[in-house]
Nanobody, 124 residues
Framework: QVQLVESGGGLVQAGGSLRLSCTASGRTISNYAMAWFRQAPGTEREAVVARSWYGGSTYYADSVKGRFTISRDNAKNAVYLQMNSLKPEDTAVYYC?????????????????WGQGTQVTVSS
């Protein structure tokens, strides 16, 4: 089983940028589809970005298209979420998730492993 640890969250002004990191241990991330979810208070956890490295397919939520980018560093066994042009509505706890490798999935129940989450707060 892979273990995931997120970092990089914080407080940023609207229009600013953050890069979240998800460092994996136990197994290599190339064996998984990886995703970033977020959850704001009183809302359901939603998929922000999901990527299947096998097929190269990537899902971006409409609300983040053109602003967020997922990438990975095999040598560091890590996945990143670059977030630009941040908006107050991006404020949430962001979670990294790992799941079966062959398809892009947006349902949280499809993912087997989760990090502890990192808080992102965007001030107006």
């Amino acid at each position: 089983q892979v273990q995931l640890v997120e970092s990089g969250g914080g407080l940023v002004q609207a229009g600013g940028s953050l890069r979240l990191s998800c460092t994996a241990s136990g197994r290599t991330i190339s064996n998984y589809a990886m995703a970033w979810f977020r959850q704001a208070p009183g809302t359901e956890r939603e998929a922000v970005v999901a990527r299947s490295w096998y097929g190269g397919s990537t899902y971006y939520a409409d609300s983040v298209k053109g602003r967020f980018t997922i990438s990975r560093d095999n040598a560091k066994n890590a996945v990143y979420l670059q977030m630009n042009s941040l908006k107050p509505e991006d404020t949430a706890v962001y979670y990294c998730a790992a799941g079966p490798p062959y398809t892009v999935m947006t349902m949280s129940s499809a993912y087997d492993a989760w990090g502890q989450g990192t808080q992102v707060t965007v001030s107006s």
